[in-house]
């Protein structure tokens, strides 16, 4: 079994109204430091082992569902859950 | 000046159906592996140095604004970025 956390966020060159929304809320709320705030997502997956490499199978889900690949950018970690 | 990454998860006894939905959808396509989806947010940040306990400010921040702390946990990382 794999644990597998994806974030997904704009890619850079992207405006993020959202994050800008917050951030103007963070300021009214006094917290003026904070100067910048850009939104993403956060999915957590847990994945049974299979001959699939799940590197590849993780990617193709990215491109084909949980991004989109034209406005956003997306990384991944694998961690290899012990049986118990 | 810091750079922080503020993960905001639904808690473990609350059911997510935008999970589940999405679930749904890998599925469909073929991914059978992926046995359970849970989606959150991502917050990255950058701040500005001050007085304040950095740790303190962000935590404020996420109890009034970008967690419900009824439903939803979260957890957040600091980074120091060096001036350049």
Chains 1, 2 share one sequence.
Request: aromatic share 10%; proline share 1%; hydrophobic share 40%.
């Amino acid at each position: 079994m794999y644990f597998v956390k994806v974030y997904v966020t704009y890619k850079e060159s992207v405006l993020d109204p959202q994050g800008e929304a917050v951030k103007g809320a963070v300021h009214r709320l006094g917290y003026e430091e904070i100067e910048e705030i850009r939104i993403g997502k956060y999915f957590e997956m847990k994945v049974a082992k299979s001959d699939r490499s799940i590197e590849e199978m993780i990617e193709e889900v990215c491109d084909k569902l949980l991004a989109n690949i034209n406005m956003e950018t997306y990384r991944f970690e694998i961690l290899e859950m012990e049986e118990v």
